[in-house]
T-cell receptor, first 113, second 113 residues
Framework: AQSVTQPDIHITVSEGASLELRCNYS??????LFWYVQSPGQGLQLLLK??????LVQGIKGFEAEFKRSQSSFNLRKPSVHWSDAAEYFC???????????FGKGTRLSVIA | DVKVTQSSRYLVKRTGEKVFLECVQD?????MFWYRQDPGLGLRLIYF???????EKGDIPEGYSVSREKKERFSLILESASTNQTSMYLC????????????FGEGSWLTVV
């Protein structure tokens, strides 16, 4: 069965600092990979996705993620964090075809001045 | 843009009441999903549907049922609400044409007292 691990429950960074959120998945083949962001009280918004091709994908709001097959990882990065990036971030994986997404438990990001 | 609309953002219901959570998507997506989100547990799949009048159990279907009479509408039903069903409920839809990217509604906060 597929699974997703986000090892960090909560991360605090200073505004302007760089950010990396970790995501590891367990799946036999290369799955489709996603990062979503959730602001308090809101639904989830898609940040970026990887299906195939270039392993470095660009998303919205200045985020990027890199797929590393050898490490079964899909870490999310941003070079300079803004206070508005404070939110919860979810990594998700799905096999090809009509199977539901499997989500990690999320990483809450706090941004301090 | 894909629009997934959950008709009720905030509900308060009494134990034992029958509760309907309605979800409508406007992109002619084939797939629809209901997730439940709780602190520390992430998103858990309750039910999903790949076609009209079709449903599949997710990871936590107990105490819930669903209805999909029309392609654009997917309803979650709590036959007899209990306090442990107090949660945030998220509806989502996807389609092969969108690369199976899942789009979420804003969420419905249900409190059972």
């Amino acid at each position: 069965a597929q699974s997703v691990t986000q090892p960090d429950i909560h991360i605090t960074v200073s505004e302007g600092a760089s950010l990396e959120l970790r995501c590891n998945y367990s799946y036999g083949a290369t799955p489709y990979l996603f990062w979503y962001v959730q602001s308090p009280g809101q639904g989830l918004q898609l940040l970026l996705k990887y299906f195939s091709g270039d392993t470095l994908v660009q998303g919205i709001k200045g985020f990027e993620a890199e797929f590393k097959r050898s490490q079964s990882s899909f870490n999310l990065r941003k070079p300079s964090v803004h206070w508005s990036d404070a939110a919860e971030y979810f990594c998700a994986v799905v096999a090809s075809g009509n199977t539901p997404l499997v989500f990690g438990k999320g990483t809450r990001l706090s941004v301090i001045a | 843009d894909v629009k997934v609309t959950q008709s009720s953002r905030y509900l308060v219901k009494r134990t034992g009441e029958k509760v309907f959570l309605e979800c409508v998507q406007d992109m002619d997506h084939e797939n629809m999903f209901w997730y439940r989100q709780d602190p520390g547990l992430g998103l858990r799949l309750i039910y999903f549907s790949y076609d009209v009048k079709m449903k599949e159990k997710g990871d936590i279907p107990e105490g819930y049922s669903v209805s999909r009479e029309k392609k654009e509408r997917f309803s979650l039903i709590l036959e007899s609400a209990s306090t442990n069903q107090t949660s945030m409920y998220l509806c989502a839809s996807s389609d092969a044409r969108s690369g199976n990217t899942i789009y979420f509604g804003e969420g419905s906060w249900l409190t059972v007292v």
